[in-house]
């Protein structure tokens, strides 16, 4: 089992920048990709960026290119998210997840962190 803890939300105003954390513990040696996804009030969830863990390969939803960069740490088990230039529209709780070695689906998932961009 994977548990995913995220941290680093908060409320900002248009423009500035946040960087989102993920820890990952347990059977941490069966991460194949860690990703971040994100939920507003009324809409539903959607991907945001995703990191192959081995090699660190990054990939953007459209929205946030340019913006929004995922990396991560193997040592430390964690996958980080600096968005920059932060909108009103980046409001949204922010999920964490996971996919093992072998899953076709994201099976592991944090508990969510609010991000509040004021304009």
């Known amino acids: 089992q994977v548990h995913l803890v995220e941290s680093g939300g908060g409320l900002v105003q248009a423009g500035d920048s946040l960087r989102l954390s993920c820890a990952a513990s347990?059977?941490?040696?069966?991460?194949?990709?860690m990703g971040w996804f994100r939920q507003a009030p009324g809409k539903e969830r959607e991907f945001v960026a995703g990191v192959w863990w081995s090699s660190g390969e990054t990939y953007y939803a459209g929205s946030v290119k340019g913006r929004f960069d995922i990396s991560r740490d193997n040592a430390k088990n964690t996958v980080y998210l600096q968005m920059n230039s932060l909108k009103p529209e980046d409001t949204a709780v922010y999920y964490c997840?996971?996919?093992?070695?072998?899953?076709?689906?994201?099976?592991?998932w944090g508990r969510g962190t609010q991000v509040t961009v004021s304009s």
């Open positions: 997840a996971a996919r093992a070695v072998g899953q076709t689906t994201w099976n592991y």
């Open positions: 347990g059977r941490t040696l069966s991460i194949d990709k």
